[in-house]
């Protein structure tokens, strides 16, 4: 089996501007179904990005997330527990489990899940396809916001410094918003 049945355009899935797609070909590591690389793989459960980027001089990994959206799902979560009738046990209970009021660590430990597991979904499809000249190549994971609000900025930039400072040995990791991914990619490839 060839990588190449992988490769399409990426598509941002950000779906409030109707899933626009880039001029960039990738692979397309986690799609829904059958067709899916981790799928072949046996690898559905991971977490991990949703294209790997080869280039001359670099691996990318690309993750198209609304953490917005993903914020203020967060947040709704934890004003209806907190506004809910249940015991104050019950609520130290879902707090202690980081449900409430714990929404930039959830946030964080799912991006760093996703690091993680595409690394290690990487050195999975070097032992099935032949693809030892990019394994040591600069690696950047792209965390690509379909959506940014002024008022969160400096909560994602702390999210991001940890999420490097933890990767800064294996892979730079940067976010930036959707719209400037392509021009990026095509100037530093």
Known sequence: MN?????EEINTECSMFGNPSLSIQ????????????KYKLCQNALKSCDYIKFTENKTYFIEFS???????????????????????????????????NKEPTVIKNELQSKISESLLLLQLISEHYDITEHME??????????????????????????????FQTV?????????????YIKANS
């Open 3 to 7: 990588l190449d049945l992988f490769i």
């Open 26 to 37: 990738a692979i397309k590591v986690d799609a829904e179904g059958t067709n899916s690389l």
């Open 66 to 100: 609304d953490l917005y959206e993903q914020l203020n799902n967060l947040r709704t979560l934890s004003n209806a527990i907190n506004n809910s009738n249940i015991s104050d046990d019950e609520k130290i209970a879902l707090n202690r489990n980081k449900v409430i």
């Open 137 to 166: 190549k600069n690696k950047i994971f792209f965390i690509a916001l379909c959506k940014t609000v002024i008022s969160d900025i400096i909560m994602f930039d702390r999210i991001l410094r940890e999420i490097q400072k933890k």
């Open 171 to 183: 892979i730079s990791v940067e976010m930036m918003e959707y719209i400037k991914l392509e021009d």
